[in-house]
């Protein structure tokens, strides 16, 4: 059932939404996901072996098609189609960026969590193996991210989730045990469906530094920053290389001084066809030493956070 959302009289506007999400004229929708907690009145978190700060990177590996616009460096030909120099740029991401991260991963023992479009396990299919090979974290992020869900019916988004989910688990060997939309879309209606498909937690709330329970039955939010990201911050904003490295750096020491009394998470949210440039892969390298140099960091994956918290809370 798609019902798992506490069903108050606010939240009936729900079934008056268009098709695009906006609200009718008549009925204002009220956030029933989750509960207003502040960091201050929670119980300390406790990360294994007594870490400070659990570390996980979240991969974005997608496959993006060829005659819809979609994340674009030139703005001026986005809606042409075919785009070369758009598509290009993104594509430039599997066939040469995620290879030079593969290679800084490994160095560092970083072990991604991949937010994976289920299109690319039939068009990127060594970019699977390589993961297998490594034991990385598959999360479902959507079917390609060239189609958001946002607005989508019930019984057609049901029958999606189901499609990427089931096509990655085929894939690599692995059922997701996580979520990301494009683009960091949902419905109404998404948390609920993808508790119905067995998974246990979401990244696309990033309000927090801690790991929180929605009022959705056995489903998190796990943190995910938007803003240390590197579309954010390189196509977004226009940072060079050292203030990437910089503002990684300053997120990690204001999360780790935060983290001696209660366990904090950082993310670091990467695209290979940003990141994996040559002239800024230098340093991603730099900042994963500095932040795998320091004590009491677990460095570890959104899955292994997911479950960890989950057990705790259970306990507590």
Do not use: C
Request: charged content about 20%; overall charge negative; hydrophobic content about 35%.
């Amino acid at each position: 059932m798609v019902g798992a959302l506490p069903q108050h009289p606010e939240n009936t506007a729900i079934a008056g939404k268009t098709r695009r999400g906006q609200p009718d004229q008549e009925a204002a929708v009220h956030n029933q996901l989750f509960d207003y907690s502040p960091i201050v009145d929670r119980a300390p978190v406790r990360w294994p072996g007594g870490a400070r700060l659990a570390f996980y990177v979240g991969l974005n590996v997608e496959h993006y098609e060829i005659d819809r616009p979609s994340t674009s460096i030139f703005a001026g030909t986005r809606d042409l189609a075919p785009d070369p120099l758009n598509y290009g740029w993104r594509d430039y991401g599997p066939r040469v960026g995620i290879w030079r991260l593969v290679d800084i991963f490994d160095r560092h023992g970083i072990r991604p969590s991949v937010l994976l479009n289920s299109d690319v396990t039939e068009h990127n299919p060594q970019i699977i193996d390589a993961g297998k090979q490594r034991d990385w974290a598959w999360l479902a992020h959507g079917k390609n991210n060239s189609i958001l869900q946002a607005g989508m019916p019930v019984d057609e988004e049901r029958a999606y989730l189901r499609d990427v989910v089931d096509t990655i688990e085929a894939a690599t060997g692995t059922r997701p045990r996580g979520w990301m939309g494009p683009g960091l879309t949902e419905t109404f209606h998404t948390p609920a469906l993808l508790a119905e498909l067995g998974l246990r937690y979401v990244l696309d709330w990033s309000n927090d530094d801690q790991p929180y329970r929605l009022n959705v039955p056995g489903l998190l939010s796990v943190p995910y920053q938007t803003e240390l990201n590197d579309v954010t911050m390189f196509v977004g904003t226009g940072v060079s290389g050292p203030d990437f490295l910089q503002a990684v750096k300053d997120q990690f020491d204001q999360l780790y001084a935060e983290s001696a009394d209660s366990g904090r998470v950082m993310s670091l949210a990467l695209h290979p066809f940003v990141i994996g440039q040559p002239f800024r892969a230098k340093y991603l390298d730099q900042a994963l030493e500095y932040i795998t140099g320091h004590e009491g960091v677990w460095l570890t994956t959104s899955d292994e956070i997911a479950e960890h918290h989950a057990r705790s809370a259970d306990r507590g």
